[in-house]
């Protein structure tokens, strides 16, 4: 069985050709399947990062209020994906596809109730309480199920693992850059510019939603012309079975086990380390904690961002999508411990922390393209074993664990918090000696300890080619039809 082909070793070259062999992805379908995943991000980035700051500074709803809406949708959020995951994996579309046709339907109606979400209908304050959590259920049952189609695509676009792989990495790349883009909004957002064009934040933060909320989803829809090469019949088990089947991907159990306990972290959020306890002189020109923070991410992540698009090349090389993971957190370990000693006192002492931290996170920024890959060769498994795919309620369980870890973290850094003193009450410059030392090594060395928990996990997911090989060959004798008719209609 061909693992590869010649042209992965250059990613760029021919992107906008299509290669004719049968259960390969064409380039330009990898490049609109990015492109869509970039725009679906830059909605998603914008609602996260916008809709709490909108409704308590521009509708001037109470903050606590607004705290139990996003708690209870949290809650809800949790539990809506496996449900939608698993109720998409028991349908079939009319064409006989799976989850392709949801990337075309569902873009529209989910950047209007996004935008609707930023839109001041002076109503008294229950009242539009009432509202905003009504939408925002409506968006977020929407969002899931298209966030579990464009996900899912994955192990759908292609028969062939290595193929997969290839599919990831560039999706990977197109979500980062659409989380990117919606990172602008606060630019555009300045008080300065706003003045200069005499508008107010309400009418910019309403424009920026229509931009990137409904402009985010309408680009998402290019997505849609990813085919899916992957055909099965539609499941007659029952919903729990559905579920339950799930006992048999030891590989997604792993793997979620692994990314929920590197959330376990004794570790704070940048801004504590950097505002509290970062100041630069040079010459005349004062660099603050927030100026140093910006820089710092954006130095320290560059080079990770640039290796993403030879990423498949460097995980072949390196020994597989197991090993890259292994490889990864263990270089954040090293240079973690290395950066501690050499410190952030001094601008020169900063800077080589900033290289060695830099080094440390190239392989960090591959991992999701591992948790991908492994995870669509998982559902394969899954389906050699029990005739079952589990697409959807697979990824979805992705999304869970990274709500579940999220919120875990931040109940960890509030306990964190009081460890060390922090008093709110006082500025982050003026806290006591106890909460200034303890900066440094949690910032530094905190993240080491979910490390290790998540090494130890990891270990254990068995990464076989042979066995993948072994699989896929059965799989394709198995789907017979089903797959050939998705190959000739993708042809056509």
């Known amino acids: 069985m061909q693992e590869g082909r010649s042209d992965v070793k250059n990613p760029i070259k021919n992107l906008f050709s299509r290669d004719a062999e049968p259960g390969y992805v064409p380039n330009n379908e990898i490049f609109a399947y990015a492109t869509g995943l970039a725009g679906q991000n830059m909605s998603y980035g914008f609602q996260t990062g916008w809709w709490f700051y909108f409704c308590t500074t521009i509708l001037k709803m109470d903050s606590v209020r607004v705290g139990y809406i996003q708690g209870i949708t949290r809650i809800w959020d949790a539990v809506n994906d496996p449900l939608v995951g698993t109720i998409m994996d028991r349908r079939r579309c009319k064409s006989g596809e799976k989850l392709r046709p949801y990337l075309k339907k569902l873009p529209i109606p989910i950047g209007l109730v996004c935008v609707l979400l930023f839109v001041d209908l002076h109503l008294p304050e229950f009242a539009a309480i009432a509202v905003m959590l009504a939408a925002y259920l409506v968006w977020d049952v929407l969002y899931s199920a298209q966030d579990v189609a464009l996900w899912g695509m994955i192990p759908l676009s292609s028969p062939h693992s290595h193929e997969r792989s290839r599919v990831a990495q560039w999706v990977s790349i197109g979500a980062g850059a659409g989380g990117a883009i919606a990172g602008i909004f606060p630019i555009l957002d300045s008080q300065n510019l706003r003045d200069a064009i005499g508008i107010s934040e309400k009418l910019v933060i309403f424009i920026g939603a229509l931009v990137f909320c409904l402009g985010g989803e309408i680009i998402s829809m290019s997505a849609y012309r990813i085919h899916e090469l992957v055909r099965t019949e539609k499941p007659t088990e029952s919903f729990f079975k559905s579920i339950s089947v799930l006992r048999h991907n ?135 074993k029990t005739g079952m795919r589990t697409e959807g309620v697979s990824f979805s369980v992705q999304n869970l664990i990274s709500k579940l870890g999220t919120a875990t973290s931040s109940i960890i850094k509030g306990y964190v918090l009081r460890f060390i003193k922090y008093d709110a009450s006082r500025d982050l410059r003026q806290q006591g000696a106890t909460f200034n030392k303890a900066q440094w090594p949690l910032f530094i060395l905190g993240p080491i300890v979910g490390s290790i928990l998540y090494i130890i996990a990891i270990s254990f997911v068995k990464d076989d080619k042979e066995q993948k090989a072994f699989i896929e060959q059965e799989l394709r004798a198995r789907r017979g039809d089903l797959t050939e008719n998705a190959a000739a209609e993708n042809e056509t």
Not at 269 to 274: A, G, L, T
């Open 250 to 384: 030891r590989t997604l159990i792993l793997i979620s086990l692994a990314r929920f306990l590197a959330f376990l972290s004794l570790s704070l959020d940048w801004q504590y380390f950097f505002k509290s306890s970062v100041s630069f002189q040079i010459g005349g020109m004062h660099l603050d904690g927030e100026t140093s923070q910006l820089l710092y991410g954006m130095l320290m992540g560059a080079p990770g961002a640039l290796m993403m698009f030879a990423a498949v090349p460097f995980i072949d090389k390196l020994g597989g999508m197991k090993r890259l993971l292994l490889f990864s957190e263990s270089a954040n370990i090293i240079t973690r411990v290395i950066t501690y000693f050499i410190g952030f006192s001094s601008l020169p002492r900063a800077l080589v922390s900033i290289l060695i931290m830099a080094i440390g996170q190239i392989p960090m920024s591959m991992k999701d393209i591992a948790h991908r890959s492994l995870t669509s060769d998982s559902i394969d498994y899954v389906e050699w």
